[in-house]
């Protein structure tokens, strides 16, 4: 199975910071990565697939970069409604795998 | 609009088998390219993947369950059935449907259904 590595494992920030999640995979997946948003108690929400194609209807503070390894998630300047979990997934081989999650919550 | 619910059980016993419903609306599985998965999240966990099943009835399971699960589909019910045999305390999560995107994405994820594996 490919593991999939985030960190950090939780990050403190302010409303209009700049926000950097990276996620790390145990062999190359290309470009097979996708982000999630997760709030509490809310079913997870895709943001970036193909490693940095912003899904519609997400706001372009939100951009995802990498390719075969190493991977970033970085949210521009954060606002109140950011404040989630972040998920990244690899779908370059089955069993498709998650990161263990990155906790981003107000400083 | 694409949504999906999960409908089951919400408490089992160790051992027996757990029958999950994911009921959708806003495509057909008969729809080339498109799948509907299951993936799950144990409380305060990371998520899963479990299982994968595709327009053309071609199926995919997570190895470590392999022997465990089964996914069907209803195509004119608009359905997706996933069992998992022999349930323990360690199943215990909420259990989510997700749509897979004709570019092998999942968007949009049902709720989730949370099922506690307890005697």
């Known amino acids: ?107 | 609009q694409i949504t999906l619910r999960e409908s089951g059980p919400t408490l089992v016993k160790p051992t027996q088998t757990l029958t999950l419903t994911c009921t959708f609306s806003g495509f057909s599985l008969s729809t080339s390219g498109l799948g509907v998965g299951w993936i799950r999240q144990p409380p305060g966990k990371a998520l899963e993947w479990l299982a994968l099943i595709y327009w053309d009835d071609d199926k995919r399971y997570s190895p470590s369950l392999r022997n465990r699960l089964t996914i069907t589909k209803d195509t004119s019910k608009n359905q997706v059935v996933l069992t998992m045999t022999n349930m323990d305390p360690v199943d215990t999560a909420t259990y989510h449907c997700v749509h897979r995107q004709t570019n092998n994405w999942f968007d949009p994820w049902g709720q989730g259904t949370l099922v506690t594996v307890s005697s």
């Open chain 1, 1 to 107: 199975d490919i593991q999939m590595t985030q960190s950090p494992s939780s990050v403190s920030a302010s409303v209009g910071d700049r926000v950097t999640i990276t996620c790390r995979a145990s062999q190359g997946i290309s470009s097979w990565l996708a982000w999630y948003q997760q709030k509490p108690g809310k079913a997870p929400k895709l943001l970036i697939y193909t490693a940095s194609s912003l899904q519609s209807g997400v706001p372009s503070r939100f951009s995802g970069s990498g390719s075969g390894t190493d991977f970033t998630l970085t949210i521009s300047s954060l606002q109140p409604e950011d404040f989630a979990t972040y998920f990244c997934q690899q779908s370059n081989s089955f069993p498709y795998t998650f990161g263990q999650g990155t906790k981003l919550d107000i400083k």
